[in-house]
């Protein structure tokens, strides 16, 4: 026989006269308020870990390379060993919370200490890496910029001269005019310019024509199409002006009389566009190369030559645009410029400085 436990009364009724919903609620409150708690702590320790750095005091910096096809993981992990951030852990989390975890850009990097998770994710993923500046000199040659990236290890000399002769027409309007079967030459912009070391060749290329866009303005613009000119013919005869003189008082005078000479259908016999042939850099060229067939050479065909010969600088292209009229017809260049009247003046004085 199976005897059934009696629960005792007072029992029974204490029983009957709780409130189960009340004890619930009440375990629930307090279980929520500690679960808020904990969430209000990770939190703030999330904030300090993310956004206050290692050490603020820190003057120190390190310079990072995050290679093409770097994780998150290896990125973190190489920050904690360089002991720039306290935590991989969070530096992981807040990349992937702040969805840049396919941002983060290849590159070299200046982090620091005293930079926080956010400010380093954020200038990943900006890309703000470490640039080089380089000077592209007025005058120069797409040759001589060819070899000065390739001494800087930008790009071979190669590849640039092979990316200048793409057609860039279709994106920049003031290569309308240029001849189809003429380089680049005489549009890259001479400037200070900074490269990344992700930077192609041709974003190079890009950025130089660009600045020349940037360069020609509205002003100039309307200047050429009130003369009746093109761009390609202005920039032609800019280039002239870089090989010939230095100083922009020269320029304008030395533009006066190439533009008098050019409607007065003399030829412009300049050592310059022989130069750009041969390849050499002699104030006085070999009677032989004045007679080599090419349209480059001025003292065998009249008019501007075939297209720029080096790639000028604003204050040329604005002496072409605003020439000095004067009485001379001549000039030779010797440190200062000699200018002449007549031709026999002009001999006088090749007689007097050159030989």
């Not at 380093?120 to 040659?141: C, L, N």
């Not at 900074?194 to 509205?218: D, Y």
Request: net charge neutral.
């Amino acid at each position: 026989m199976i005897f059934k436990k009696e629960i005792p009364q007072n029992l029974m009724v204490k029983i009957k006269n709780t409130d189960f919903s009340k004890i619930n609620l009440k375990t629930l409150v307090k279980g929520t308020k500690i679960v808020l708690v904990l969430c209000l702590l990770f939190l703030i320790y999330s904030a300090i870990e993310i956004y206050i750095p290692l050490n603020m005091m820190s003057h120190e910096s390190v310079v990072y390379l995050v290679k093409k096809g770097s994780g998150n993981s290896e990125i973190a992990k190489d920050l904690k060993d360089l002991g720039v951030i306290r935590s991989s852990y969070f530096f992981k989390i807040y990349v992937i919370a702040s969805f840049n975890h396919t941002e983060l850009k290849a590159g070299k990097y200046t982090v620091s200490s005293n930079m926080s998770i956010y400010q380093i994710a954020q200038k990943m993923a900006k890309g703000d890496v470490i640039k080089d500046r380089f000077v592209i000199y007025e005058g120069w040659t797409s040759n001589d910029i060819g070899e000065y990236l390739e001494s800087r290890s930008v790009c071979s000399k190669e590849e640039f001269l092979a990316e200048i002769e793409k057609d860039f027409s279709g994106e920049y309007y003031f290569l309308s005019d240029k001849p189809d079967d003429l380089n680049l030459e005489g549009y890259l912009f001479p400037d200070t310019y900074e490269i990344s070391q992700q930077q192609t060749c041709r974003n190079i290329v890009e950025a130089m024509l660009a600045n020349f866009g940037k360069k020609l303005t509205v002003e100039i613009q309307e200047e050429i199409n009130s003369q009746g000119k093109t761009i390609f013919d202005v920039v032609t005869m800019a280039s002239l002006l870089e090989k010939e003189v230095k100083t922009i008082e020269d320029k304008k005078t030395v533009a006066g009389i190439l533009w008098k000479r050019l409607e007065a259908g003399m030829p412009l016999q300049l050592d310059s566009t022989v130069n750009y042939i041969t390849g050499k850099n002699d104030p006085g060229v070999l009677i032989k190369d004045t007679k080599i067939d090419s349209l480059y050479n001025t003292y065998k065909y009249q008019g501007l030559p075939k297209g720029p010969i080096s790639n000028p600088g604003i204050d040329s292209i604005t002496a072409v645009l605003y020439p000095t009229k004067s009485p001379y017809w001549y000039y030779l260049s010797d440190g200062k410029t000699i200018f002449s009247k007549t031709l026999e003046e002009h001999n006088i004085a090749k007689a007097k400085y050159l030989d």
